[in-house]
């Protein structure tokens, strides 16, 4: 049963976030990004993607949150994590993994401020046929 086989390698490659791309034009668009869809698999109505993402210096996610878990870890660079609230809840650089909620309760934005690009792998874990991320408005911070 290849899914079964391919979840457990994309879970060690992934390892534990981040980021993605907005569903919408109305909210806040995501920029500098590029993402190359590494393995993606469908068991028990559940999709796994694992995707390596490169957000240039001066980069955004946009504003988004997940309809599912998301894991990574950062290859490259340092990605700098913001919470609804404005406030900054982690900046991760290689080597380190990170790890994002799900739903609208959990509205985030991951930026490159360093001066090189960020390299990150990450997994999606999220309902079978959802979308990896769904973009939302800036919730009131004073940066998009």
Request: proline share 8%.
């Amino acid at each position: 049963m290849k899914p079964v086989r391919c979840f457990p390698a994309a879970l060690t490659i992934a390892m534990t976030s981040a980021v993605l791309f907005p569903a919408s034009a109305a909210a806040t668009p995501s920029s500098g990004i590029e993402a190359e869809t590494m393995v993606q698999s469908t068991l028990n109505g559940r999709d796994f993607v694992t995707r390596e993402l490169t957000i240039a210096p001066g980069g955004t996610t946009g504003w988004h949150y997940h309809p599912g878990q998301v894991f990574g870890v950062i290859k490259q660079g340092t990605l700098t994590h913001y919470k609804g609230d404005c406030s900054v809840d982690g900046v991760y650089s290689a080597g380190d993994s990170i790890s994002e909620g799900s739903g609208t309760g959990y509205i985030h934005e991951g930026r490159n401020e360093g001066p090189v690009p960020v390299v990150m792998w990450v997994l999606y874990i999220k309902p079978a046929g959802s979308q990896l991320a769904v973009d939302a408005p800036n919730p009131g911070c004073p940066f998009e």
